[in-house]
């Protein structure tokens, strides 16, 4: 599956942050003015200001000298004032174009400054997939390799079963992963999916032949076939907290590694039927291990300490993928996550 192209939609307030002053303090160390250059991310400029960097729309507020107050721009001159409300981020006069006459940016929609370093999780949002079945048999799959191939690539021919897709119609394939379970209740909340290529069906029927057309891996029997979804991903968010009590925990985390930085890319017990949203930013609390009290005699549990931040960039049902924007110790898969 292949987007190249990300859409920047809109980034507007998901829902009024009824942030307090405590929400709002400042970096001791933080400018009174701030000039945006290429690379920065939302999240990036408000660490430069804020101790919460999560309440950047709070920050930024409603700033009525442009028509999308939500898009930044390299060249944009920030300057930090204090109102009523608290502090208050607004463009300086002389930053951009658009405040030297009245006429319109022009400049393309994905110039603007991104919410968080999209290179980090672009494979996830153009290939994630969280499948509800571990079974082949719930989804049109690859059964066997045409043409009598040992084995398959790009430029052969598969037959596919349980499809209805028509001639023309491409496929992705996904390779049936390991299984997501919440730690605390033992559910099963999905199956992770890893992503083998894409085909493109030369004839329709049952079987269907397919041409595949893009292959990463080897095509086996038992790889199942998910319609292309060629839409430009929409990655219209902001950082914002929960408005709401969410608990969770980190349940696996890109590459089996036992420890957890900055950037790396986890997912999470909890999704979207859990009231998670695109941008809710969450603590990482670390679980300690527990201790033994000689003098009681019993083993005790330790409170958690938080680690560090994540954000939420890609959502399932009953599973989310998040990305690691602050880590201030080690984290490790079971580790809790709670609103900030």
Known sequence: MT??????????????????????????????????VRGDTLWDISGRFLEKPWYWPKLWGVNPQISNPHLIY?????????TADGPRLIRDGGGGPDRLS???????????????????????LEEAVVLRSNQPSDFAYVAAAADEHLTVGAGDRVYARQTSAETGQMLDIYR???????????????YAALFIGQGKVQRSGDPATLAVIKARREVLAGDVLIPTDDRPMQASYLPHAPSSEVRGHIISVVDGVSQIGQYSV???SRGRRDGLELGH???????????????ARQRVQPPSEPAGAVIVFRLFERVSYALVMRASRPMHVLDEVTPP
């Open 3 to 36: 987007r190249t192209r990300y859409w920047l939609l809109s980034l507007f307030f998901l829902w009024p942050l009824l942030a307090g002053a405590d929400d709002l303090a400042l970096r001791p160390d933080h400018p009174d003015e701030y000039v945006v």
């Open 176 to 190: 049936i992963g390991d299984p997501y379970f919440d730690p605390e209740t033992g559910e099963a909340l999905g």
């Open 266 to 268: 986890v997912a999470l």
């Open 281 to 295: 930013v969450l603590q990482v609390r670390q679980i300690q291990q527990p201790i033994d009290d000689p003098v």
């Open 102 to 124: 009245p006429q319109v940016r022009s400049s393309a929609i994905d110039t603007a400054i991104p919410p968080i370093p999209f290179k980090h999780v672009q494979a996830f």
């Open 74 to 82: 390299p060249g944009d001159r920030l300057r930090l004032v204090m």
